[in-house]
Nanobody, 122 residues
Framework: QVQLVESGGGLVQAGGSLRLSCAAS????????MCWSRQAPGKQRELVAR???????NYADSVKGRFTISRDNAKNTVYLQMNSLKPEDTAVYYC????????????????WGRGTQVTVSS
């Protein structure tokens, strides 16, 4: 099993910052891609940021210039630095990762965390 645990969410004022963390544990041989998605009440889940094993990143237009995704491969952890937060950033943020387990032959996984709440007040 591969488990993801998000942390770092909370309540902040507009313009503030938060740093989310997502740690992968279990049978993690490698991580290919790690993503952050979010879902606000009554809205579709939105892919916010993605980072692949080369370090290449992608961001939703709504967060470009404000959010930064990074990863620490030694710790199997991905981070999302969120600056200049806006009320519309309020959502549950979910971590997603895919890669290979320690099975032999290695087997792929695609795991999701349970989410962490981010609330931005105006």
């Amino acid at each position: 099993q591969v488990q993801l645990v998000e942390s770092g969410g909370g309540l902040v004022q507009a313009g503030g910052s938060l740093r989310l963390s997502c740690a992968a544990s279990g049978s993690v041989r490698s991580i290919s891609t790690m993503c952050w998605s979010r879902q606000a009440p009554g809205k579709q889940r939105e892919l916010v940021a993605r980072i692949i094993n080369t370090g290449s990143t992608n961001y939703a237009d709504s967060v470009k210039g404000r959010f930064t995704i990074s990863r620490d491969n030694a710790k199997n952890t991905v981070y999302l630095q969120m600056n200049s937060l806006k009320p519309e950033d309020t959502a549950v943020y979910y971590c997603n990762a895919d890669g290979l387990r320690y099975d032999w032959p290695p087997t792929p996984y695609n795991s999701w965390g349970r989410g962490t709440q981010v609330t931005v007040s105006s």
